[in-house]
């Protein structure tokens, strides 16, 4: 079974809490439900983007900082 991590609104997504942080989560890293894998910035309000289903990460689909639409996948899981 896969599915898809999306964004829950429009706008620039990042993989840290910080530059200087680590990403919260890489591609293989496993899941939970309700674990953050990102962050998407809105007008200077930072919203988590949270697994909704345990899985592993395959793959994120978007790169650090890019901007991204409510709705877009972020990431594969498995």
Request: charged share 25%.
């Amino acid at each position: 079974m896969s599915s898809q991590i999306v964004s829950p609104l429009p706008g620039t997504f990042y993989r840290a809490s910080a530059p200087d942080q680590p990403p919260y989560k890489n591609d293989g890293d496993r899941v939970e439900a309700g674990d953050v894998i990102g962050l998407v910035e809105v007008m200077k309000s930072f919203n988590e983007v949270r697994a909704e289903a345990a899985g592993t990460i395959v793959r994120f689909l978007v790169e650090n900082e890019e901007p991204v639409m409510a709705g877009q996948p972020l990431a594969d899981l498995s």
